[in-house]
DNA sequence: GTTTTTC
DNA sequence: GAAAAACAACGCCCA
DNA sequence: TGGGCG
């Protein structure tokens, strides 16, 4: 029996493993819909195509380099131009995964490299970037199951233009509790003159995504959505909590400001999660969280049914996003410090 | 998944 | 030559 | 300082 190795991830190494068969045909590469079709193969070698990298939704690596491939057009804007990281996953969703950031000389082509100083001792090392379809598609080959791009861009290292607000809730908040917090920090941020963007993580949270100009440094940054994190915790100190602990988490929703630091990463729009069912880091529009809305329970999408929910495309939550130009302002950061 | 080390 | 092992991140926070 | 955490 192969005694497994340590890491120091749970989710990056679960410790459930499958106990039964899964069955010959799963229901989510099934298609209800007689007008989808299957997917164009994407255009590059993959060793094993049929390998199965999610046994819960039989996800077939020449599934995800195809998913790729199609979501590229979609992905690609949020990433590319970015150092990421990567979680791999080269004997499926319910095995061992590993995260990589430095560029190896094993990575598929059209991978690019991207020199970063080491924050503390300033030495230069590669990290991974991509920019094109077919080098995004090529991460199936390599088993990768998670992107996760920097909130700034490679040509402006230390400046972010993206910032995260992360809801990590207790496995114990039902699905309206959440989206009802989300709603009041949009709210709040659109009281301080700022538009943001709504995904689901593929977990069990979500993740506000507000769109800045490159202006201010990381420690500037981290200390504003400290404080912004703060000030939500004090309104309502028995449903939120901005310390990390899981154990002070029950029946809470921690907002992890922790995403906003030099070299932390979220994961990319898009994206599917190394977790069973591979599901997807999803966009949804605000509507999706009215409280008369249908969705009564966390919404989840899959990789292998990529083909059931495509036609959402027609309508990028996110459009407006690339395009904004806000800025906190030296008011904005005045207004939300830690320290005053 | 690939490379390096060991038998 | 085949099999086994090594390797593929990192840094903040707080007890 | 170690371990939890993401
Ligand atoms: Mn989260
Ligand atoms: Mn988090």
């Known amino acids: 029996m192969a005694t497994p190795k340590k890491t120091p991830l749970s989710r990056i190494r679960p410790s459930k493993r499958p106990t039964i068969a899964p069955p010959e045909k799963s229901p989510y590469s099934v298609t209800k819909s007689p007008t989808a079709t299957s997917l164009k193969p994407a255009p590059i070698h993959l060793t094993h195509p049929d390998k199965i990298l999610d046994t819960e939704t039989q996800l077939t690596k020449q599934q995800l380099a195809d998913y790729y491939w199609a979501i590229a057009p979609y992905m690609l804007p949020h990433i590319s131009g970015r150092p990421i990281s990567l979680v791999r996953c080269p004997e499926g969703s319910t095995e061992t995964c590993f995260y990589q950031k430095h560029l190896t000389d094993t990575l598929p082509p059209g991978i690019e490299p991207i020199d970063i100083p080491n924050q503390r001792t300033g030495k230069p090392e590669p990290y991974i970037t991509l920019s094109t379809p077919e080098a995004l598609a090529s991460l199936a080959q390599i088993s990768v199951l998670e992107v996760h791009p920097w909130g700034s861009r490679n040509q402006d290292l230390e400046h972010p233009d993206r910032l995260i607000f992360d809801l990590d809730p207790d496995p114990s908040i039902p699905w309206p509790v959440l989206a009802a917090s989300a709603t009041e920090i949009r709210k709040r941020l659109q009281q301080l003159g700022l538009e943001s963007f709504l995904k689901l993580t593929g977990g069990k949270g979500l993740h506000i995504v507000l769109p800045i100009q490159p202006e201010h440094d990381w420690a500037t940054i981290k200390d504003f959505t400290h404080a912004f994190a703060l000030e939500i915790e004090h309104s309502n100190p028995q449903l939120y909590l901005t310390k990390m602990s899981k154990a002070a988490r029950k029946d809470r929703i921690f907002l992890d400001y922790l995403r906003n630091e030099r070299g932390a990463t979220a994961v990319a729009p898009y994206s599917p999660r190394a977790r069973t069912g591979a599901t ?21 999408f899959h990789a292998a049914s990529f083909s059931d929910w495509k ?6 939550p996110w459009k407006q996003l690339p395009s904004l130009r806000q800025h906190l302002t030296p008011e904005l950061l005045a207004q939300f410090k830690t320290s005053k």
């Open 311 to 316: 036609s959402r495309l027609h309508h990028d």
């Open 280 to 300: 997807i880091a999803m966009p949804l529009p605000w509507s999706d969280l009215k409280p008369n809305h249908k969705l009564a329970e966390r919404p989840t």
